[in-house]
């Protein structure tokens, strides 16, 4: 019923009680698991943690917070793995002008060439945006390619102008567990965004091992609490968590072909 389309499951205290924690999962109607990586070493990771279990995908890429080792036959071995049939995505990749010091112009050229190995495999992107709206979106219009660039704006966090540009260009976006918190001004500026996007751009994620939902907050995230955030969603496009359920599993299925 659902697919948690971005969780760390390769982090180690996640992957110590794995098999717990998937079995949580499937419990609670999660179906299917992205697992999104952070550098080469954890592509590589991944791309063998998903042959072992089925309802696993996984995601090759370099984070922008992880520059500090690069070397560049990083991404001709990303490439590679981009070809295994259980790699889905290109990701989790995009810039991130939070974390000091940060080098924007080494993070914007990797991202470019990223999106060219996105391209050329026909696969989609995982976007992470941190502080950069402005730099990023501009590269996602250059290099966008009247459509073959394709892919999910992860744990949303632009305005309702760049929301309605990224589903004007086909990209479904995503909010985490962060959308059940205390009303502030993010979380309004997200049931906005949520309700003036068409459902078919929606996805479902929760950015597990963070940013649990209500009422988990202060425990350490898992694909099981996923339905929090859905109820939330669902409640504010005034649907059934069930109806809400099947469109973004759809919507999962026909972006990453799982
Ligand atoms: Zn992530």
Redesign the pocket.
């Known amino acids: 019923m659902f697919i948690d389309t971005?969780a760390?499951l390769n982090y180690p205290d996640i992957l110590s009680k794995l098999d717990e924690v998937l079995s949580r999962a499937q419990d609670a109607g999660v179906e299917k698991i992205i697992v999104?990586a952070?550098t080469y070493q954890t592509s590589l990771q991944i791309a063998e943690l998903v042959q072992k279990h089925d309802m696993l995908y996984g995601a090759v890429g370099i984070?922008p917070t992880e520059l500090k080792d690069f070397d560049e036959s990083h991404l001709r071995g990303i490439e590679e793995l981009a070809r295994q049939s259980k790699i889905v995505a290109i990701g989790?990749i995009g810039l991130d002008y939070y974390w000091e010091p940060y080098d924007k112009e080494l993070q914007q050229r990797i991202l470019k060439e990223q999106f060219r190995i996105a391209k050329q495999e026909c696969l989609p992107v995982i976007i992470?945006n941190r502080n950069s709206t402005a730099d990023l979106m501009a590269l996602v219009k250059e290099e966008y390619d009247e459509g073959k660039l394709k892919g999910q704006f992860?744990?949303f966090s632009a305005g309702i102008e760049e929301a309605r540009q990224c589903t004007e260009m086909g990209f479904c976006i995503s909010f985490t567990g962060n959308i059940t918190y205390k009303p502030n001004d993010s979380t309004l500026l997200a049931y906005e965004i949520v309700k003036i996007t068409g459902i078919d751009n929606l996805l479902l994620e929760t950015?597990t091992p963070?940013l649990p939902p209500v009422p988990f907050r202060g425990k350490q995230n898992e694909p099981s609490f996923i339905k929090h955030t859905a109820e939330k969603i669902a409640e504010l496009k005034r649907i059934s968590v069930e109806e809400l359920g099947k469109i973004t599993t759809l919507n999962a299925r026909r972006l990453y072909g799982i």
Do not use: A, F, N
Request: glycine share 0%; proline share 9%; net charge negative.
């Open positions: 971005h760390h999104p952070t984070h989790e992470h992860h744990s950015d963070y």
